[in-house]
T-cell receptor, first 115, second 111 residues
Framework: DAGVIQSPRHEVTEMGQEVTLRCKPISGHNSLFWYRQTMMRGLELLIYFNNNVPIDDSGMPEDRFSAKMPNASFSTLKIQPSEPRDSAVYFC?????????????FGEGSWLTVV | EDQVTQSPEALRLQEGESSSLNCSYTVSGLRGLFWYRQDPGKGPEFLFTLYSAGEEKEKERLKATLTKKESFLHITAPKPEDSATYLCAVPTSGGYQKVTFGIGTKLQVIP
């Protein structure tokens, strides 16, 4: 079975440019999470969706960050404009219905460097 | 405020030298505790879920235990391939929707 698929795996961009990260959750999972990981702060939850609806975006650091989930098999995290402090690894994760377990499964991450 | 704290931040062991990693938490009404393993350049990989104090789970050289205030990940006779960062996490809202992770313990096992 395919796991959570993220793209791009690596991105280097200049400050001020728009960055779009993409995620395909595991088929059948109804919850999707975006996390950011840095050495200093570890894994931080940015936003999560349940049945394609954003439930809690309190972790989104600024208005420069936005996330969408137009359907059950696709989500995007957008940063516009990007800044050097946004450099981090961004993980997408998904989880199935509670009756099938509460385990969150992660993608391989998108490594973002803003110069 | 709900918190998850892991210790130590880093641990270096000789191959075969058993030890334990700690995860302490302060949440109201524990709804489970998760352990993950993360290899460099990879996403976290699920290991265990513990739901109640006294529960234990094992996988190869790893055993996770849970009390009302903390969890331990015991590593028995570790091998170099056990080197990784180990993360614990707990749901911190009313339900399993919002999961908060500790900063992790980076384990290095030396041959």
């Amino acid at each position: 079975d395919a796991g959570v698929i993220q793209s791009p795996r690596h991105e280097v961009t200049e400050m001020g440019q728009e960055v779009t990260l993409r995620c395909k959750p595991i088929s059948g999972h109804n919850s999707l999470f975006w996390y950011r990981q840095t050495m200093m702060r570890g894994l931080e939850l940015l936003i999560y969706f349940n049945n394609n609806v954003p439930i809690d975006d309190s972790g989104m650091p600024e208005d420069r960050f936005s996330a969408k989930m137009p359907n059950a098999s696709f989500s995007t995290l957008k940063i516009q404009p990007s800044e050097p402090r946004d450099s981090a690894v961004y993980f997408c994760a998904s989880r199935g219905q509670s009756l099938s377990g509460n385990t969150i499964y992660f993608g391989e991450g998108s490594w973002l460097t803003v110069v | 405020e709900d918190q998850v704290t892991q210790s130590p931040e880093a641990l270096r062991l000789q191959e075969g030298e058993s030890s334990s990693l700690n995860c302490s938490y302060t949440v109201s009404g524990l709804r489970g505790l998760f352990w993950y393993r993360q290899d460099p350049g990879k996403g976290p990989e699920f290991l265990f879920t513990l739901y109640s104090a006294g529960e234990e789970k094992e996988k190869e050289r790893l055993k996770a235990t849970l009390t009302k205030k903390e969890s331990f990940l015991h590593i028995t006779a570790p091998k170099p391939e056990d080197s990784a960062t180990y993360l614990c996490a707990v749901p911190t809202s009313g339900g399993y929707q919002k999961v908060t992770f500790g900063i992790g313990t980076k384990l290095q096992v030396i041959p």
